[in-house]
């Protein structure tokens, strides 16, 4: 179905998507991510778009409002989910 002017989204919006992260060391996330939801509390391993790789340790239910390029494997515990 096609959108409607009254439906069109903005970065404003809520997220529209939804899936299960799978940590990778070489592979970038499929689509981008606006925002991380923490399922099950661990560390997440993030790389932002300048290379840098970062540890956030959340608890479940938390969210972590950054645009990832990759979710690396090593050093990522827990279950995180992204929102498109």
């Known amino acids: 179905m096609p959108k409607s002017?009254?439906?069109?989204r903005t970065s404003l919006d809520a997220g529209y998507r939804h899936w299960q992260i799978v940590p990778n060391?070489?592979?970038d996330l499929p689509d981008a991510a606006r925002c991380?939801?923490?399922q099950v509390a661990g560390t997440i391993m993030i790389r932002d778009e300048a290379g840098i790789?970062?540890?956030y340790t959340?608890?479940?239910g938390?969210?972590?409002p950054f645009h990832p390029?990759?979710?690396?494997?090593?050093?990522?515990?827990?279950?995180?989910?992204?929102?498109?």
Do not use: N
């Open 25 to 27: 060391d070489t592979q």
């Open 36 to 38: 991380i939801f923490c």
């Open 5 to 8: 002017e009254s439906r069109a």
């Open 53 to 55: 790789d970062l540890p």
């Open 69 to 84: 390029v990759r979710v690396l494997a090593t050093g990522t515990t827990g279950t995180f989910y992204a929102w498109t």
């Open 62 to 64: 938390q969210l972590l």
């Open 58 to 60: 959340l608890t479940a």
